[in-house]
């Protein structure tokens, strides 16, 4: 495959009136991972054979009103279990050879290569959880990690979440609503967007989904349908659109990212999903290893983790939108 333009070798050494680090053309903000890595649903576990947690599913039946004498209930009920997930593992590598690193030193420096190629693998690796984030999990014979499409899936009633099967237990299953329009593009959407939104709320003060996250064309078609907000300054300046990439529904923030599947906006909350890392091994690179019989270093950068919910309900997915 040939290299696009000038190729890396080439690129370490640019003419001298270059001073900057590659111009990123490529990378794309990855709003899902950026909302679970840097906040609340970021959460760091120690060990243990599965990421777990204890829950509470029903309500214990042994209550009511009596009188006197009547008989009142011993049965025990039961109230608790625990979901259960496999850890995942992910890795990324760069290689730099001793040639790459000559070719780079001194005057022939333009730009750290050694400091650009970790920036890239970071972001790489990025890019390439941020897309697992989105699916079910089955991916490279299970090993990828497990996304929205099975944890908030399209079909909640069907399947098993977590070690708990979703069609006998209607407790394990997300939202979902329909955002099909009826006669012109998303006419439908507001409506299925509040819907979808109550459903995953805990009551008027309780918990409410925090972000919500679509594709742009979805993200686009919302923004359309929201009242014109043309502003003049003065007779030669106008805005006539919002500024920013973030808008709020009902005080939750929703932006688009390119690998949030076609059709759909989750409701999500960090309360109640969380990228669960096993705390010393997120993006933590292994010692630089030298072949014996090649003059170069690799580096592993390893993680363990996987996308985890502690309460499916209160998350869900407004599906088919058009």
């Given at each position: 495959?040939?290299?696009?333009?000038?190729?890396?070798?080439?690129?370490?050494?640019?003419?001298?009136?270059?001073?900057?680090?590659?111009?990123?053309?490529?990378?794309?903000?990855?709003?899902?991972?950026?909302?679970?890595?840097?906040?609340?649903?970021?959460?760091?576990?120690?060990?243990?054979?599965?990421?777990?947690?204890?829950?509470?599913?029903?309500?214990?039946?042994?209550?009511?009103?009596?009188?006197?004498?009547?008989?009142?209930?011993?049965?025990?009920?039961?109230?608790?279990?625990?979901?259960?997930?496999?850890?995942?593992?992910?890795?990324?590598?760069?290689?730099?050879?001793?040639?790459?690193?000559?070719?780079?030193?001194?005057?022939?420096?333009?730009?750290?290569?050694?400091?650009?190629?970790?920036?890239?693998?970071?972001?790489?690796?990025?890019?390439?959880?941020?897309?697992?984030?989105?699916?079910?999990?089955?991916?490279?014979?299970?090993k990828d990690f497990m996304g929205l499409a099975g944890l908030v899936a399209a079909s909640p009633s069907t399947g098993t979440v977590q070690g708990v099967s979703r069609v006998s237990n209607t407790w394990a299953r997300n939202q979902q609503t329909t955002g099909t329009l009826t006669t012109s593009a998303f006419d439908n959407l507001r409506a299925a967007m509040r819907s979808n939104y109550n459903l995953c709320s805990n009551g008027i003060s309780g918990d409410h989904p925090s972000f919500g996250v679509t594709t742009r064309t979805v993200f686009e078609g919302f923004e359309g349908l929201l009242l014109a907000n043309e502003r003049f300054t003065d007779k030669s300046n106008g805005d006539g659109s919002f500024k920013n990439e973030v808008l709020k529904f009902k005080g939750c923030k929703i932006s688009y990212d390119n690998d949030c599947l076609s059709g759909a906006l989750y409701f999500l909350n960090p309360k109640f999903l969380k990228l669960v890392y096993k705390t010393g091994a997120w993006m933590k690179a292994q010692p630089p290893q030298r072949p014996v019989n090649q003059t170069g270093d690799f580096v592993v950068i390893r993680s363990m983790a996987n996308l985890f919910t502690l309460n499916p309900r209160r998350l869900g997915v407004v599906t088919a939108i058009t």
């Open positions: 495959m040939a290299a696009p333009n000038v190729g890396q070798r080439v690129a370490a050494n640019w003419e001298l009136v270059v001073k900057t680090k590659p111009e990123d053309q490529i990378h794309d903000d990855y709003w899902l991972f950026n909302q679970l890595s840097q906040g609340d649903g970021f959460m760091g576990k120690s060990g243990g054979d599965f990421i777990v947690q204890p829950i509470e599913y029903a309500l214990n039946t042994a209550v009511g009103s009596y009188s006197d004498l009547d008989v009142i209930s011993t049965t025990r009920s039961d109230n608790f279990d625990r979901y259960e997930a496999q850890w995942k593992e992910h890795f990324g590598t760069y290689v730099i050879s001793d040639l790459e690193v000559d070719r780079n030193a001194g005057e022939g420096q333009v730009f750290d290569l050694r400091a650009a190629k970790l920036e890239n693998l970071k972001n790489s690796i990025k890019s390439s959880i941020n897309t697992m984030l989105y699916s079910d999990g089955t991916g490279n014979s299970s």
